[in-house]
């Protein structure tokens, strides 16, 4: 090439690939939650003023519920089951380092001035196995029925508000009864009795999900949309 022609222009690079906002932001908080859930189960919580008790993961599940039910609307069925396997990651990764944790010696200080913490520690965290490993089966059982349910019931009036809270109510309260007889029974069958706590998780997440996750629907779709237009449709 002689020293007058003009050189080739250099390609264009290729651009980077985008992922919404909303979608972004919505991805994280159901990682997190995954991993909360299973910690917060360990308590179980009494329905006053009754004898029934739900375990306290059940606000992080709803929250999975919510969020899974959003993703399906905005951004398709298929995305949202993606998510919901992928979902097994941070669960699995968790579990691993609690495991982790639990192998190593605790510190000099700790086991001198602060057993007490130590032993509440290990109690508790040697304890949820059976919950770590019940979680599993009753989230991917529970959270792809309630995807599947949510979209086969999209109809004429899919896009408006109230039909977006009795498809998120009807696909919440069948998935969550089904995740509560799988999570409760292989979780605590055979520590104690589960008769109360299985009813008072059932009634409990059937009537929230009646009450509540409609409405935690409808925001979350009305604040994902607000993100992605605020992005420019792109996060990153």
Do not use: C
């Amino acid at each position: 090439m002689s020293d007058t022609e003009p050189a080739s222009p250099a390609p264009a690079p290729h651009p980077a690939p985008t992922m919404p906002l909303g979608l972004f932001v919505f991805t994280l908080l159901y990682g997190g939650m995954t991993v909360l859930a299973g910690v917060l189960a360990f308590k179980q919580v009494q329905l006053w003023p009754t004898d029934l008790a739900v375990e306290s993961g059940i606000f992080a599940f709803l929250l999975l519920v919510v969020i899974s039910s959003t993703i399906s609307q905005l951004y398709g069925r298929a995305l949202a089951q993606r998510i919901v396997w992928w979902g097994f990651l941070p669960l699995g990764l968790s579990a691993l380092l609690m495991q982790l944790v639990l192998a190593l010696p605790a510190s000099s200080e700790m086991i001198a001035f602060r057993p007490d913490d130590l032993a509440a520690f290990e109690q508790v965290h040697r304890s949820t196995w059976r919950v770590w490993l019940a979680g599993p089966a009753a989230y991917i059982t529970s959270l792809l029925l309630n995807i599947w349910i949510f979209d086969r019931l999209r109809g004429a009036g899919q896009d408006s508000t109230i039909g977006l809270m009795l498809r998120g109510a009807v696909a919440s309260a069948l998935s969550q009864a089904l995740d509560s007889v799988i999570f409760v029974t292989l979780a605590f069958y055979g520590e104690f009795d589960i008769t109360d706590l299985l009813i008072g998780q059932v009634l409990a997440k059937v009537v929230l999900s009646l009450v509540l996750v409609p409405f935690l629907i409808t925001f979350g779709v009305r604040a994902a949309r607000s993100l992605d237009r605020r992005s420019g449709d792109s996060a990153l």
